[in-house]
């Protein structure tokens, strides 16, 4: 490892006498052998890196807008649409929504109706839709479509809570539903369901869009916690740990975990039980944020000359609350496995569920205001 490299990142590791808590692990996304409980501090990264036959280097990159989320963490895992979870024996996998080619055939009937406005006209082919196959959660949301598209919310509720229940898996039904609460008024009851949705599909656009077109639902979802502006990437040579000098120290910490994990596939393996670099694990990402909290809070106390000229990250500030809160493991699951795999949460138990669900309340779906 580079002398420069090393001695630039010492300020981080003096004068603190504690980090950040570590924080507890989730599982990954992928089926894995049980990871290791007990996450590395800064100095501790620093020091294998030191150590380390691999060369690295450190230079500072112009994030994008959104910091380096895409490069971090892209989709490996294709979303299979509308799943249903099959549980079997303690596994869960998904499967494809119930449906019949009489019903799909009516469905596809109704569209032109439903696409020219003639709810009524649609809502006829829906009833038989969902009368040929009444267990397809699909049929029964076109028909709460129709009836919500035609002012009657009410009755809407009704066919979307049908679907809800057929296939609670969907984030369709909850999303719908929380829809038809909001137009009734009821808007308590909608943030349960759509924090629901959520649980389901954590990146779901359309509800951050909906709730962006009816302010007058009275909710808002927060921005992304992590917008990373540090990564690592490898070179001819070794290693490279990039990070956005605009943004603090922060992000070279957190630049300097990634490239470890990225150069010590021995530590991948210690940690994980599996020294593929392709496979996302919590343990990494926390692992990762822990070393950013503690670069943070290192220049915060130092309050030194470059902190002041930093582009404010709030997003560490409240990264600290979810730590101090016990949630950071449903954090990284929420944000960033979700990227990974679209519908990770699908196969959870329940238990975890209900986890990341007092987690989009407490932290993600906030009333407006």
């Known amino acids: 490892m580079h002398r420069p490299f090393f001695f630039l990142l010492l300020p981080l590791t003096f004068g603190c006498a504690s980090t950040p808590a570590t924080p507890r692990a989730a599982a990954p996304v992928q089926a894995a052998p049980a990871e290791k409980k007990g996450l590395l501090s800064l100095p501790e990264i620093l020091q294998r890196m030191e150590a380390s036959p691999v060369k690295y280097e450190l230079g500072e990159k112009d994030s ?83 009836a919500l598209f035609a002012a009657r919310p009410e009755e809407a509720l009704g066919y979307y809570r049908k679907a809800a229940e057929l296939n609670p898996d969907d984030y369709r039904g909850h999303f719908f539903m929380g829809h038809a609460l909001s137009r009734l008024g009821r808007r308590a009851e909608a943030r349960e369901a759509f924090a629901s949705a959520l649980v389901l599909n954590p990146r779901l656009p359309t509800l951050r869009t909906l709730l962006k077109k009816y302010p007058g639902f009275g909710l808002v979802i927060t921005p992304d916690v992590v917008v990373p502006r540090g990564m690592a990437e490898r070179t001819e040579t070794g290693v490279a740990a990039r990070y956005d000098g605009h943004y603090g120290t922060a992000w070279l910490a957190f630049a300097a975990c990634k490239a470890m994990w990225l150069g010590e596939p021995s530590h991948r393996k210690e940690m994980t039980g599996s020294d593929s670099d392709t496979q996302f694990t919590s ?87």
């Open 64 to 146: 994008p807008p959104d910091g380096w989320a895409d490069t971090l963490w892209p989709q490996r895992i294709p979303p299979l649409p509308y799943a249903r979870v099959v549980r079997e024996g303690g596994s869960a996998t998904l499967a494809p929504p119930h449906e019949t080619p009489e019903s799909e055939r009516l469905l596809a009937e109704a569209e032109p109706h439903f696409k020219d406005n003639r709810f009524d006209e649609a809502a006829k082919f829906y009833a038989r839709a969902t009368d040929a196959c009444p267990t397809c959660a699909n049929a029964w949301i076109f028909r709460g479509d129709a």
């Open 283 to 369: 343990t990494e990402e926390l692992e990762c944020l822990s070393a950013a909290l503690t670069g943070y809070e290192v220049a915060k106390e130092q309050k030194d000359a470059d902190t002041d000229t930093t582009i404010p990250d709030k997003g560490l500030e409240r990264l600290e609350r979810i730590v101090e809160a016990g949630m950071v493991d449903m954090l990284v699951l929420f944000e960033l496995a979700s990227r990974v795999h679209p519908q990770a949460t699908l196969t959870m138990s329940e238990d975890a569920r209900q986890r990341l669900r007092a987690y989009i309340l407490e932290f993600v779906l906030l009333e407006r205001g």
